[in-house]
């Protein structure tokens, strides 16, 4: 795993904070699967297991470096099969970085036409992350009939500057429910 992955997916990983603070707001659908496209090492992954029931989660990433059970070595440039999805948090590679931007703006299409009424969906696409992606995701969730709202609408003012101090891009994340 790069240096780069390493350095930013501790236990401070801004999705870790939206698992504790902001999911268990939620009440996502009974059925579909809860997945995460991106896994590093399956902090996130045992936060929503936790949640959720190991028996519906599943992360897909093209590394597993700390063998968590519940991830599946798998490469997101394709999407994945379709499936009913409850939850799905988009964070392969990086919104920023020019290489993964084909990956993330299709990976959203997948998830928008899978996910199940009040499902969650979570990703980077304001901000910096949309005119990285030259893409508009907001814009493309409300098309799909989405509710969004950002992580400063849940989160603790404190939350919000430990985020911004430690410069992950928490601006520029949407949380989109299906409705
Ligand atoms: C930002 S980290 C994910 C952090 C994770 N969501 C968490 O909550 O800790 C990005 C991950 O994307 C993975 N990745 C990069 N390219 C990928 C691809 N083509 N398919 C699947 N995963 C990929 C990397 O191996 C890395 O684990």
């Known amino acids: 795993m790069s240096e780069y992955y390493w350095a930013m997916c501790d236990w401070t990983y801004k999705f870790n904070i939206f698992c504790d603070e902001i999911l268990p707001k939620y009440t996502i659908p009974i059925e579909g699967q809860v997945l995460q496209l991106g896994v590093a090492y399956g902090l996130g992954l045992e936060k929503l297991s936790a949640l959720y029931g190991k028996d519906r989660t599943l992360g897909l990433d093209i590394e597993n470096p700390l063998r968590h059970p519940l991830c599946e070595i798998y490469d997101c440039s394709k999407p994945p099969k379709d499936r009913d999805l409850a939850f799905v948090h988009i964070d392969p590679g990086s919104a920023y970085k020019p290489e993964f931007k084909e990956m993330r703006i299709n990976l959203i299409k997948w998830a928008t036409s899978n996910i199940l009424k009040d499902g969650i969906l979570i990703t980077a696409g304001r901000n910096r992350a949309k005119k990285c992606l030259n893409w508009d995701v907001e814009k493309h969730l409300e098309n799909n009939n989405f509710e969004i709202s950002y992580p400063e609408d849940h989160l603790s003012q404190d939350s919000i500057n ?9 601006e520029d994340q949407i949380i989109a429910i299906k409705r």
């Not at 430990?162 to 928490?170: A, P």
């Open 162 to 170: 430990l985020l911004k101090e430690t410069k992950q891009g928490v």
